[in-house]
T-cell receptor, first 118, second 116 residues
């Protein structure tokens, strides 16, 4: 396991279609994050999992977005009824951490899924 | 929530010169400050990080300084090389135990160009 894997790397979809992305974190990492990055901007937080529990969701995550992490391993991010404004790079990251631990560890990012909604 | 401002948005230097990128943050409870380098079309990669109990950290040509009182931190790259050309992002977060669970808030990025 050499890093965080994301699939697919690129996705072109028509407006109104549903899309699903997958992220496989580093196996021993219990924290998993989804971010969205548009051109010329820093990554924006979408949601976070500690093991299988989704602990935080950004207000950016409308009800068309849903994320899961069954069994605390891989995660999926689904966007329903895609809009052109959803076009972006969707980045997944994982890290080690604990709810009670005081230390934060750096993220390892995946290569991202670039979504284009036409 | 946390807000991170990063300056400059673009930085152009000659090979061998130093480069400095500055960030400010708003949440006084933030205590972890990583820096990421992102080359075109590639994933962000952690290059250095600092915690609030440390004022400065160095790793070869890269150093980060932190001023908690002023709520700002900076990335310093010395003896720049063309391969340092990339987009650099600063970020800030709290440790777990609060509501943010290590969520990183990123700055807007700095495009660094090192001319040979």
């Amino acid at each position: 396991d050499t890093g965080v894997s994301q699939d697919p790397r690129h996705k072109i979809t028509k407006r109104g279609q549903n899309v699903t992305f997958r992220c496989d974190p580093i196996s021993e990492h219990n924290r998993l994050y989804w971010y969205r990055q548009t051109l010329g901007q820093g990554p924006e937080f979408l949601t976070y999992f500690q093991n299988e529990a989704q602990l935080e969701k950004s207000r950016l995550l409308s009800d068309r977005f849903s994320a899961e992490r069954p069994k605390g391993s891989f995660s999926t991010l689904e966007i329903q009824r895609t809009e052109q404004g959803d076009s972006a790079m969707y980045l997944c990251a994982s890290s080690l951490g604990s709810v009670i631990a005081s230390a934060n560890y750096g993220y390892t990012f995946g290569s991202g899924t670039r979504l284009t909604v036409v | 929530g946390e807000n991170v401002e990063q300056h400059p948005s673009t930085l152009s230097v000659q090979e061998g010169d130093s480069a400095v990128i500055k960030c400010t943050y708003s949440d006084s409870a933030s205590n972890y400050f990583p820096w990421y380098k992102q080359e075109l079309g590639k994933r962000p990669q952690l290059i250095i990080d600092i915690r609030s109990n440390v004022g400065e950290k160095k790793d070869q040509r890269i150093a980060v300084t932190l001023n908690k009182t002023a709520k700002h931190f900076s990335l310093h790259i010395t003896e720049t090389q063309p391969e340092d050309s990339a987009v650099y992002f600063c970020a800030a977060s709290r440790d777990a135990g609060g509501t943010s669970y290590g969520k990183l808030t990123f700055g807007q990025g700095t495009i660094l160009t090192v001319h040979p």
